[in-house]
């Protein structure tokens, strides 16, 4: 066993209060030893080992844990997108496109296109993530995703309730069908970890949402879902009444569905750069975590309303428009993410956690926030193998 | 003579509307060759050179022109920014704390945190930069950041006008005396090509701002003014009396503001960055362009109201924010800057223009919007000197 120290820390956030200050667990001029997969101690500098990275006074974060991502698609909507923002009318669009164009993919070339955008998310500080199917909306092109997506993390999401796919108009309840039947089996034989549905007007109703999430569970998987990102609706509620492991968006909630966050075990997930690049009102952070709710921070990388790996950029936007501080964003981002995929390995750096690490190119994690924009990403280790 | 070839370039944005399509001057499936100093020709992929550099499909935009920036300082505010964005007080902050860290800074200290910040610039795809002083204060700082700054750029600015230092407490016109006089002597002999003013309650009012431009303009420098930042206020109106070459900020307009600069030679500088900083409402571009105004985008990189050398973020902002199209933000970061410092070199890529250029890790410019937060900037070229 090699052991590493990463030395000279100058401020490491361990995200364990009993490892340091406050609720970011923050110790100053730290050092971090590994045995190369495994946080083996945290303590002041110049602990010794068999390797020594200097950081150089650089801070040390938990790597990010990105819970909502799309990563498996083909295409480009840049031109939807810049109409969008204009304001213009823009013809074709939306998921369909994806599907049509991830489904014109080889099987090779879409491995690539994944791989890439993963190995951008890595470089973005994402060492866990959660990638989710939804782009095919057939049993063999969701089985296909999820295999992909497989390859890349065990955190993977069935999502075959995206949207009602063109050759089902009119007839939602017959896709339902096929997403809890043979589609569903095929999501399980590719090993999907959690199932999730788009419950918004225009996707599927309340009711179609709990019997896509009802057999999903049945199944053996954990239940996540899309709720209130244009409006109010039945999603969160759902939500808790369901287990979910999150509900995501959370653009458009009533009291009563903060109240019912506030006391189950669901997280908040928010995505922030969905609301940037949507044109969306920001969903209200603060009235969360003020009523007690488990927030995350995600990127939901996607083609259409959120294209991007950069958590960082996600930070800078839940601070300014969500009015989180930059500690509650930098946890939702890390742990916050850990939560809503029901992980309690990953997200912080104490003894015994995988050393999933970001060195920042800065003295604090605030910079996140206070350098928006600016590539802060020193260097990302992932001495822990992808789950 | 070497020439080189940048070839294969999946689309590249002129901003020559005689090199190509609309008021980018875009040419798709092109070719770029350079003597290594200037653009020689433009035209479609396959043109040959000595050198050949294959983009691989990339897009291939001009430098971006920063037109206002604040590198030459020392220190970090990033306790004092967290607090301003949790809302909590923050006993200490603001310009004159950077006063006081830049001046305990030695030259060489100085200097190489300077030169890391120019350097983080030009990986941010900014070629030509604008650098104010401003952190001095005194007849021998505010040279020793102007003769710092003009390592660096030949666009530096004399901004003595900056704030009122602790030491001219209650006696600001002794101290716009300073600024005309010794201050401004000494800043002429540091080679300063513009003269700022911070036109502000809570900095300079009209009369004293229109002294200082008054005294630079008579001194041989070119006017510009920090204006309507903060409330509506009679910078803008200085601006367009004294011909300055930009007027910077312009959050708070009133509609004689905005016809002023229509129908002015002064260019609208909007720094988005800063309004996001510091939570203030964004400027309205969308405005000053349907009067037909012209519009530059800068980053205002300061340690204060906005620390980033991201104009990539400026301009995603911008879109997001303040209504302009992605064409237009790319304009305003690229010919909008030349504009705003008065140069017409700078900013496009038509043949004679210097070979300054950015290749994008995109297809397509409008990737900088649609993708928010995601390092696009591949390649950064330079050919021409810095001036």
Redesign the interface.
């Known amino acids: 066993m090699t052991t590493v120290v990463y030395d000279n820390i100058g401020q490491l956030v361990t995200n364990d209060p009993a490892s340091g200050e406050g609720p970011l667990g923050l110790v100053r001029n730290a050092s971090l030893v590994t045995d190369g997969s495994c946080v083996l101690s945290v303590g002041p500098a110049g602990q010794i080992a068999d390797e020594r990275i200097d950081v150089e006074g650089r801070a040390v974060i938990p790597g990010f844990v990105d819970s909502h991502s799309h990563l498996v698609f083909a295409g480009?909507?840049?031109?939807e997108?810049?109409s969008r923002?204009?304001?213009t009318p823009y013809a074709a669009g939306g998921i369909r496109d994806t599907v049509a164009a991830t489904a014109a993919a080889t099987d090779a070339d879409l491995r690539r296109i994944v791989s890439a955008r993963r190995a951008?998310a890595f470089?973005?500080g994402i060492t866990t993530i959660e990638i989710k199917s939804g782009y095919g909306l057939t049993p063999n092109a969701e089985a296909r995703a999820l295999h992909l997506a497989r390859e890349l993390t065990d955190d993977t999401t069935y999502l075959g309730a995206h949207v009602v796919p063109v050759a089902f108009a009119g007839r939602a309840d017959d896709y339902v069908a096929l997403v809890c039947g043979e589609m569903l089996d095929a999501a399980v034989a590719a090993r999907a970890r959690f199932v999730d549905v788009f419950c918004e007007v225009g996707a599927f109703d309340a009711d179609q949402s709990r019997e896509v999430l009802r057999a999903g569970i049945d199944a053996g998987l954990i239940p996540k879902i899309h709720a209130n990102q244009l409006g109010q609706g039945p999603g969160v509620a759902l939500a808790v009444e369901m287990g979910c492991a999150s509900a995501d968006h959370c653009t458009h909630l009533s009291s009563a569905d903060v109240d019912a966050l506030a006391s189950s075990t669901t997280v908040a997930t928010l995505l922030p750069?969905a609301d940037?690049?949507t044109?969306q009102p920001y969903a209200d952070a603060r009235r969360l975590l003020d009523a007690g709710a488990t927030v995350a921070l995600a990127t939901n990388c996607n083609p259409g309303s959120s294209?991007?790996?950069?958590m960082?950029?996600?930070i800078?936007l839940a601070?300014?428009e969500m009015?989180m501080?930059?500690d509650e964003a930098l946890q939702a981002a890390t742990i916050g993410g850990a939560a809503a995929l029901r992980r309690t390995d990953v997200g912080r750096l104490s003894t015994g956690s995988p050393a999933d690490l970001v060195v920042l190119d800065a003295?604090?994690h605030?910079?996140l926030?206070?350098?928006?924009?600016?590539?802060l990403i020193h260097t990302v280790v992932q001495s822990s193998t992808p789950r």
């Open positions: 480009d909507r840049a031109e997108f810049a923002m204009a304001g951008e470089r973005a750069a940037f690049s044109r294209n991007t790996t950069s960082s950029f996600c800078a601070v300014r009015h501080t930059a003295p604090s605030l910079h926030v206070y350098r928006p924009g600016v590539p």
